[in-house]
DNA sequence: GGATAATCGAGACGGTACGTCTAGTCTTGTC
DNA sequence: GACAAGACTAGACGTACCGTCTCGATTATCC
């Protein structure tokens, strides 16, 4: 075992607490599920986590990218279910269908981290890098294993069509049920 | 003969005036074009407009009410484009084509009505109503022309993919070129 | 009578309200006196006083601008009582007994004030201007009336000889009693 | 060098090391007489000394605390300068011409603390205790070497006089000249 | 034409969130 | 146990802007 001293940090100082993080999130989470985007302020989040809005600031530059990392981590347990990989299965249509079930909870918050991207731009890179395109990454995945031969063009575009149709009808409100994501499947899969 | 003055309105006192919301509207709509949805105020649009805020709450319940009406006008007329109706053409490539080029302007402006119509529900449902309901029937009209035989439901399947397509890579920012139309439409056409 | 049309006023749109301003004098005054200054904030006397912090900060620039008129009517009223005008009494002893009688109540105020005076140029303008001022001018009254024949020079020696003295006691916390208003009388008389 | 304990102190651990006190004074010096108190912040103290905050608080209670310190020793050594017990002199208005040369340089802090103590209790007190009342000690061997009849009441009035005249200028940024420092002389020697 | 009524521009109003700041304390790892 | 570094709580600050209300003036209909 070599490194005698200094831990990995390397930093002076007290380091960031990681339980001040967890808390800050947790109730970040907890606080904008119950009363929404909007009705929640930082200093209720600080509040709710026994913190000062200073420690909210000194790890997120905003509300929103607070929220962001605080729907993050749940946005992606709840698709990239490990049990989903079972074989036999049609996986693309798992995939939507979880998609959808996991909107009914963390949907009112997604929408509203949609919204504010809309009103900063550097809000809305850490949205599209952090959300957004990993989770075209999971659903380019499971349609690259179906269709192996499909051009890169072909992927997208139906990454696209699908999680296109998921967020239109999510922001303005129409249901999102088991019905959309087998037709969704259906007409993607016809037109590859 | 009677009635001296007395037009269709009847109410007495001063009546609304045609030119200030003509003038409201007009600044609405350069100022959010210049500077963004968010960074205007409705003090300044009020004063870009020679009006009073009040001139424009008694108009419209919010600055997004307002902001949408501002830009309905414009954002049909570029696409309902009476010229198109040339028979022959491609009517759904054009139609998708007009749509992606009008959002070159009012883009921004409808992005930011989008994010309003999340936090707001009575603007959710009047953005619904008076801007995506329009334009979703515009869409499947020139989808029922094209395939007489369809389905409703798949009429409905086929709007929602196009316009989620076209909604989703709006807010993300991501170019909307002719491209894009093109193949969005093989797309569905294959699948319907 | 000439005056066309166009009251007083002048200036268009809504005027500032008296009430308001009232209630956040009365609210600020009864606050400071309870808690003292530095206790007391700008959000606890908008809250008092039924209004909001804009209403403080449109009329007064600061905290201690705000505090500051809030205490000038009071402070003057007690001191320069109509009815001290007795003939035959000794009126400069009265004057700085009452003085000193005054500032039991809004002593506390009137050292956070020249406390606050000590940070901000601005300020110490204005309390000079609208306190110090205006105290110097009725003690140098008093003076010119019992030694018409002083030069300005000896007054003003004088002035600052007993308001220093009483200024330096009320800041140190030490006792402002009729003893040492006797006493001050009798150094600066034997002095000029 | 061996000396593995320690001198005189006994307690165990590392000791408090002077170097880092006298940093520590130079720096709230230096800073404040450039700065100013308000402008000065504890971390800018620490960072210009080489030290960390913790340093300031292992030695101080309070900011004030410690700059009161920092300017002490300077403010008494300009005033009761060894040269100045000339005999033959007028040794009280020396003493006063010294005072106010002094404040030219120092003023700025004593206004700040003098500020400070008015909303600080604790503060307030060791101020009186450490800074006013060595001064006045001093001011009143001088009065007491020059009138050696005059009673406990009369020395203790001159000096309230004295230093309340020379402190209310300094307060509100009037000059402390030596002008003020003759007169003020004259005034107490006739009013004693 | 005189009374009534609603609009007009201007701008103050209450309410409320934001992000910043600082004082003084606590927690690291090092010496 | 002092040290430097820096995160920690607590909470005030001043700014911003929404949608409403008030003011005096104007412009219409109704009688």
Redesign the pocket.
Known sequence: MAMS???ASG???????PD??AAILAAARSLVVVHGFA?????MIAAE???????L???WT??ADLVLEAFLAQAQAEVDDPAAAEAGDDRLLAFLRRTCAALSTSGPALRSLMAAAQEDDAFRRRFHERLILPRRAALRAVLAEERPAASTEALDLAVTALFGAIWYRLLLDEPLDDDLARRLTALVRAGM
């Open positions: 001293g200094s831990s930093r002076a100082g007290r380091p960031i607490s001040t993080t009705a929640v302020t930082t200093a986590a026994g913190a000062s809005k200073q420690a600031y000194r790890r905003t509300k």
